[in-house]
Antibody, heavy 115, light 112 residues
């Protein structure tokens, strides 16, 4: 069964940084675009960023451009999200998802930005 | 950016009765390759989202056949032929034709 397991969330002060990880298993990770989607508490879903199979293309939503960086390590079947200059409005559960249409999702990791 | 508008936002349904959710986009979702990248997701209470339907009408593996998707261009519909208790949750449409990809606001389905 396809598995995506996120980690790295936590409480961070405004202006701080955090690095999320997503460990993938039971599918050929290097064959797929990968994605981060977030959901603020009690709110809807927001597609944050995509990365191509070889990492050569990345697409960010405007609200995180210049602050967040997506990367992947196909040898380790892992996806990452480096988040810098965090703001209160970045508080959300962050989900890792497979593909550009979200065919499978992880359980999410909560990021809380607060002083 | 494309605007995705779902209706209704709240959907009380009697068990065994049908349900329908509409999703409208502010521009055509037909991509240059001829495909329409409109997907539907279900999020049960306390769970991660799960994709039900991709490219308008293709059911994902394991999704009961009481779920169906239809539509074209800017107008799409998710139908549940007979609602069951396990269908309670929030349903989102999402377009993956134009960047940034956008979700609808969500439709909360509850049992009457």
């Amino acid at each position: 069964e396809v598995q995506l397991v996120e980690s790295g969330g936590g409480l961070v002060q405004p202006g701080g940084s955090l690095r999320l990880s997503c460990a993938a298993s039971e599918f050929t990770f290097s064959d797929y675009w990968m994605t981060w989607v977030r959901q603020a508490p009690g709110k809807g879903l927001e597609w944050v960023v995509n990365i191509k199979q070889d990492g050569s293309e990345k697409y960010y939503v405007d609200s995180v451009k210049g602050r967040f960086t997506i990367s992947r390590d196909n040898a380790k079947n892992s996806l990452y999200l480096q988040m810098n200059s965090l703001r209160a409005e970045d508080t959300a559960v962050y989900y890792c998802a497979r593909g550009r249409s979200g065919s499978c999702w992880g359980q999410g990791t909560l990021v809380t930005v607060s002083s | 950016d494309v605007v995705m508008t779902q209706s209704p936002l709240s959907l009380p349904v009697t068990l065994g009765q049908p349900a329908s959710i509409s999703c409208r986009s502010s521009q055509s979702l037909v991509y240059s390759d001829g495909n329409t990248y409109l997907n539907w997701f279900q999020q049960r209470p306390g769970q991660s989202p799960r994709r039900l339907i991709y490219k308008v009408s293709n059911r994902d593996s394991g999704v009961p056949d009481r779920f169906s998707g239809s539509g074209s261009g800017t107008d799409f519909t998710l139908k549940i032929s007979r609602v069951e208790a396990e269908d309670v949750g929030v349903y989102y449409c999402m377009q993956a034709t134009h960047w940034p990809y956008i979700f609808g606001q969500g439709t909360k389905l509850e049992i009457k």
